[in-house]
């Protein structure tokens, strides 16, 4: 077990794409990792240079306190779980696994003993003789985990392990990958680009775009405080709504409505420097049905009245959808999200909303309903930077 | 190369059968019917032609083998049953003539596989100018193996050739057996590295780069990446290489023809046919000599394709990705 430091590494690949640029993370003994972002964002690059199979162009990397830049993958003692699983198909479970064993020349008794041992955490043990092409996506999955699991490394790689697997699958191995990481307490660094896993699994949550690191913290610090539009927009399901709106004289003008700004966010965009338009960020639980509001809950945020578009009733709480006249908020982070959702390619006209409000709400759909939300909850950011400039934290 | 063509066909054969065997108690339909007849159909013309061309000449060299049929004397033509093979089997210069192919097939089947995977993995490892390396290296491919083996000889000849200077004054190494059958070797090498390589490289391409990754994180150096994990996953791919080479090195001819027409006992059991077939005229005792070869030739085909059903080429192809 030991440490990552990731000290201004970049990798800039021999044709000359820069894949990674100035990546500073430093990941603590045991702690449980994730790399997060859109697809082609560095997410492998960084986890494969960490592995040693990519080259650092730039930068220091150490593993332990020693510098490991030059060290081959197999002088790391760290373990990597594939994608694609990456299982030997002329070998058998059991030879799989033993695989690494083998090659660190460990005596037959302590390699069966430790590939039984995992076989056993993995439930796999009745597979053990079979080969991987007569297994199941999950049954490889786990052997993949088992390979990982069996030599006790410093440290676990996962790049995307999970995203082969259909999704009452995953919901159940993303559960069992992080008690088996808490059992352990292995250092692990887990590539998704699944905000969901990435909000769920990890101690902290590295946000990347564009091979930059947007921000780094834990799921809930992130999910509260981002530190840009980028990372706003990303962490979250479903995502916060964004509109365009103005700051004139201390109140917020939208097409949602004209909110008098709360203290505390006044006193944030003076040492922000504001610009005067901004772009306005409200996630989906801070609205409300108003007609389930008293008068004092009211007073302390804005509403709008809007007519229901889509209504869908989770039974806790429901989802209800508006579309808004206007014009959308433009920025390029913006793009680049609707962009990796494939969302960029929907035609819409106007400004999507997606709130969730209590199930005791008696809106109905195709009827117009008033909504309210929370003054103080609202996020502004300055569209050319991406820039959030109600960040509290830090 | 006809034979090599249709070994490959008779292979991919061997696998479809077994491929449809399970199928075939299968109750079909009258729309699989129909499909099915349309599909013997379809391939008929194909196959009569092929029966024809291969199938004929077969049967009537069997025939041929049987009979004391020397074309020096037409009038003591009869049939003789088996006592052509008898004659051949009882020959020492056949057995010499089969002891060299065997030679020749080994140990130029061993170094192309050796030397045909350096070639693969330098192919399939350049990144810059790839095209400009797969072509130069199969230049030795395209060429005529007659016209190669003609610089060869010259390139051998004593006094004016530029590799025989090397050797020094007065060697005629063409003409002394142990150095000549290198000399074929090292011919049949050249020309046929670069088949090899394609062949292996193809097998190479089924490697999944994540599988080398895998490894190299599990501690496995190149040598044992190379060894452990590239080998036997394109264990199929080397399996046809090899089948392809030794049957196409145990009909050696051209470069033996050119560079020794066989003396010294350097012939080969092609060359033994042909002098009785060609030159010697006798029919009987050629055509003998190349049913032994068929047969042969079949016996190492056999033999590579049950290797192939323990290789499974099939089995484990769903674990790969
Ligand atoms: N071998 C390579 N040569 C050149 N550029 C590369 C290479 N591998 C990746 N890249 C580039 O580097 C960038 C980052 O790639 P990377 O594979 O790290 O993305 P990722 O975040 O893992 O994406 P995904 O979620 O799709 O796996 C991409 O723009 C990609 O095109
Ligand atoms: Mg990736």
Not at chain 1, 202 to 224: S, T
């Amino acid at each position: 077990m030991a440490e990552i430091v990731l000290d201004k590494v970049t990798k800039r690949y021999p044709d000359g794409a820069l894949a990674v640029s100035d990546v500073d993370i430093e990941i603590a003994d045991g702690e449980f990792i994730i790399l997060v972002g859109p697809s082609g964002c560095g997410k492998s690059t960084t986890l494969n240079m960490i592995a040693g199979l990519e080259d650092i162009t730039s930068g220091e990397l150490r593993i332990g306190g020693n510098r490991v830049n030059e060290r081959a993958p197999k002088d790391r003692d760290i373990a990597m779980v594939f994608q694609s699983y990456a299982l030997y198909p002329h070998m058998t479970v059991r030879e799989n696994m033993a695989f690494p064993l083998r090659l660190a020349k460990v005596d037959n008794a302590t390699v069966e003993r430790k590939v039984n041992d995992a076989a056993e955490i993995l439930d796999l043990t009745q597979h053990l003789d079979r080969r991987p092409a007569n297994l199941s996506g999950g049954q490889r999955q786990r052997v993949a985990m088992g390979r990982a699991i069996v030599r006790s490394p410093k440290a676990f790689l996962m790049d995307e392990p999970l995203s082969n697997l259909d999704a009452k699958l995953r919901v159940q191995m993303r559960t069992s990958v992080s008690r088996l990481q808490k059992q352990l307490g292995t250092t692990m660094v887990y590539v998704t680009h699944d905000q969901v896993e990435a909000m769920t699994l990890g101690d902290r949550v590295v946000v990347m775009r564009g091979g930059v690191v947007q921000q780094i913290g834990a799921p809930q610090y992130l999910y509260d405080h981002p530190s840009n539009l980028f990372v706003a927009g990303f962490i979250g399901s479903p995502s916060m709504n964004f509109l365009p709106a103005t700051l004139e004289d201390g109140t917020l003008r939208s097409s949602l409505a004209e909110l008098p700004l709360t203290d505390r966010i006044r006193k944030l965009l003076e040492s922000a420097d504001a610009p005067r338009e901004v772009i306005m960020g409200v996630r989906p639980e801070h609205f409300e049905d108003a007609a389930l509001l008293d008068d004092a809950s009211r007073a302390r945020g804005a509403t709008f009245t809007g007519q229901v578009d889509v209504l869908e009733s989770m039974g806790s709480d429901k989802y209800a959808y508006f579309t808004l006249s206007g014009e959308q908020a433009t920025s390029a982070e913006l793009a680049e999200l609707a962009a990796d959702v494939g969302s960029a390619d929907v035609p819409t006209s106007g400004i999507q909303l997606v709130t969730r409000i209590s199930a005791a709400s008696p809106a109905r759909l195709g009827q117009s309903a008033e909504i309210w939300f929370d003054a103080d909850k609202v996020q502004l950011f300055d569209p050319s930077s991406g820039r959030n400039l109600t960040f509290a934290g830090e | 190369m006809s034979m090599q063509s249709d070994m490959s066909q008779s292979v991919i054969g061997a696998d479809a059968v077994k491929r449809s065997g399970g199928r075939g108690k299968v109750v079909l339909s009258e729309g699989k019917k129909a499909e099915r007849k349309l599909g013997l159909m379809l391939i008929a013309p194909a196959a009569i032609v092929m029966v024809a061309v291969t199938g004929w000449p077969i049967i009537y060299s069997v025939w041929l083998s049987l009979q004391r049929f020397d074309l020096r004397f037409p009038e003591k033509q009869a049939f003789v049953g088996l006592e052509n093979y008898g004659t051949v089997l009882s020959n020492g210069y056949w057995w010499t003539a089969f002891g060299v192919t065997s030679l020749i097939t080994v140990v130029s089947v061993v170094f192309e596989l050796v030397l045909g995977m350096g070639l693969a993995l330098i192919m399939h490892r350049t990144l810059v100018g790839r095209g400009l390396v797969r072509t130069v290296a199969l230049i030795p491919y395209g060429i005529v193996t007659v016209v190669a083996a003609f610089s060869w000889r010259y390139a051998w000849t004593d006094g004016t050739g530029y590799l025989a200077s090397l050797f020094g004054q007065d060697q005629a190494l063409l003409t002394q057996r142990v150095p000549a059958l290198a000399i074929i070797i090292l011919a049949e090498v050249w020309k046929t590295v670069p088949f090899m390589a394609l062949l292996l490289m193809a097998g190479l391409a089924l490697v999944p780069e994540d599988l080398l990754k895998a490894a190299a994180m599990d501690g496995a150096n190149g040598w044992q990446r190379f060894t452990k994990v590239m080998i036997p996953v394109m264990k199929p791919a080397i399996l046809v290489a090899l089948l392809f080479r030794t049957l196409d090195a145990f009909r050696i001819f051209d470069n033996i023809f050119i560079l020794t027409s066989g003396a010294q006992n350097t012939s080969s059991v092609s060359m033994q046919t042909y002098n009785n077939l060609i030159k010697g005229l006798n029919l009987g005792i050629g055509a003998t000599m190349a049913v032994l070869i068929f047969i042969t030739v079949a016996i190492i085909a056999f033999v590579f394709v049950k290797l192939f059903g323990t290789a499974a080429p099939g089995s484990d192809q769903e674990g790969r990705r």
